[in-house]
């Protein structure tokens, strides 16, 4: 009898351990892939049953929350108060469709799903109106922001505006762009509507142009050029180039010719100042392949922009072998035209990267992270991206951009209030084949204060105009983005 009962008992703790094992692999072990299993409502149902913390602007302004409902299955929606202007960095947050931006990227702090907020939260485990949902706090400036749409004014383009010490994004606004609200409404056919036909909208609007879609820079590019080639001694302020109109490379017969025919040539000083194409693309032949592709990488370019939001788009100058036995290409590139592509993100840190001594700093939209009570969580520590240049060469750099600005391309337009120097390059990226009729985008990277040690540059701007009607292809960089990027840094 005795044995019998022994064994009965070895058997329940067999089966028990069973159990118990079994429980903790589904409950630990698998509840990732059963939160995230699309037949699994359960874990939704209650996310959008349960209070959802606020994303707000570093001035407090808040631009996503959660509010009340009545009359639904659900008990909260999501709301942007601020509607489109900050849909590049919110995203939207929908039951049906998910989420996207800093709603994807800091669900678990908006939900209250850290470690620290779940202990955090222990001591109301009993209060059932108690919620452990975070805030986020953005680097954005909600000033800026509204400046950035008013200057845009409708026009297909993207406006960044970010800390040259840091990499905080001040400002990041693109056109066309969407309203998240319409996609946060707990009606799936209706927020499926809505995004099928902003899908099918030309633009992209829901993407964030900014950074997830890239440019031809055009001679904005030159400020890559020319500062590979002075940290690589292939130049320097005492080169000179002769007046010419155009310039036959190796292994052609087709001329590269400078914008709009213009006989252009003199010292760096002169060249970088009315941004003649012939002397960069002799650079960058007399740079070669190697150096060319290397100067490119100081600056990130060929990858993508680490990014505290998702999917950034990799910005492209191209590998050695690309050029080994097509020389021409190369020097079409030297200039930015071709197949070079650079996000207006991208851009912006290439100004910045020049106004901080050469270092770029990685970019950032999150500038900390709060608990339900308003106790910091986390804070975004700036980090260095990549070093592009040497301080010497930024310093020639940043008198070369002046010079652009006081009388060069951006003189005609580019007009600050404020008795403040800025620096600046302009860019207009032919889109257009020879012979047929201009298209092409409008562009400035600028940056200030410059040139004046005891008042260093604190913020970096970047403006592109996309070429997509006969008002912006007939300008120029200068003429059209440099009005806007000057306002930005008044």
Not at 169 to 183: H, I, K, W
Not at 249 to 270: A, F, K, R, S, W
Not at 294 to 306: K, L, S, T, W, Y
Not at 437 to 453: C, E, L, T, Y
Request: with cysteine.
């Amino acid at each position: 009898m005795n044995s019998r009962i022994r064994r009965l008992a070895i058997g329940l703790l067999v089966c028990y351990a069973v159990l118990f094992v079994q429980l903790n692999i589904v409950q630990i072990g698998r509840s990732h892939t059963m939160q995230t299993d699309t037949r699994n409502t359960r874990q939704v149902l209650r996310d959008f049953n349960h209070f959802r913390g606020p994303i707000l602007t570093s001035d407090e302004v808040v631009i996503a929350d959660s509010k009340p409902i009545t009359g639904s299955d659900f008990d909260y929606q999501r709301e942007y108060p601020q509607g489109p202007l900050f849909a590049d960095v919110t995203g939207y947050y929908s039951y049906t469709f998910g989420a996207t931006q800093l709603e994807k990227t800091q669900n678990d702090v908006l939900s209250g799903r850290t470690t620290d907020q779940q202990i955090g939260g222990l001591g109301d485990i009993f209060d059932k109106n108690a919620t452990t949902a975070g805030q986020v706090v953005t680097t954005l400036d909600s000033r800026l922001q509204a400046l950035a749409r008013d200057l845009l004014a409708g026009r297909e383009g993207s406006i960044v505006a970010l800390d040259t010490r840091t990499g905080a994004v001040l400002a990041m606004y693109s056109e066309p762009t969407f309203d998240p609200n319409q996609v946060a409404v707990h009606d799936s056919a209706e927020a499926g509507k809505v995004l099928e036909w902003l899908n099918a909208l030309p633009g992209k609007p829901l993407l964030a142009n900014a950074y997830q879609e890239r440019y031809m820079p055009g001679s904005t590019f030159k400020m890559i050029t020319t500062a590979g080639a002075l940290d690589d001694g292939v130049i320097s302020l005492e080169s000179s180039w002769a007046d010419e109109t155009s310039y036959l490379p190796p292994q052609t017969t087709d001329p590269i010719e400078n914008y709009g025919g213009h006989v252009c040539g003199g010292d760096l000083v002169e060249v970088f100042r009315r941004s003649c194409n012939t002397p960069f693309a002799r650079i960058a032949i007399d740079m070669g392949a190697e150096r060319m592709v290397n100067a490119a990488d100081r600056f990130g370019v060929n990858e993508a922009v680490p990014f505290d939001l998702p999917r950034p788009a990799p910005s492209y100058f191209g590998q050695v072998g690309d050029f080994t036995d097509n020389l021409p290409l190369l020097a079409i590139r030297g200039f930015g035209q071709n197949e070079d592509a650079l996000t207006p993100l991208h851009m912006a840190l290439v100004a910045a990267g020049i106004a901080n001594g050469g270092v770029m700093m990685q970019p950032h939209v999150v500038k900390e992270t709060r608990s339900s009570d308003g106790g910091v969580l986390s804070r975004t520590k700036p980090e260095a991206w990549h070093t592009a240049m040497s301080p010497a060469t930024s310093e020639i750099m940043t008198q070369l951009m002046i010079n652009v600005v006081n009388d060069g391309t951006a003189s005609c337009c580019f007009k600050m209030t404020t008795p403040v120097q800025a620096a600046a390059k302009t860019g207009t990226a032919q889109l257009n084949k020879q012979g047929e009729p201009q298209r092409s985008h409008a562009w400035i990277a600028a940056f200030a204060p410059a040139g004046d040690p005891a008042d260093p540059p604190r913020v970096a701007v970047a403006v592109m105009l996309k070429g997509v009607n006969d008002e912006i292809s007939a300008g120029t960089g200068g003429k059209l983005a440099g009005p806007l990027a000057a306002q930005m840094l008044d």
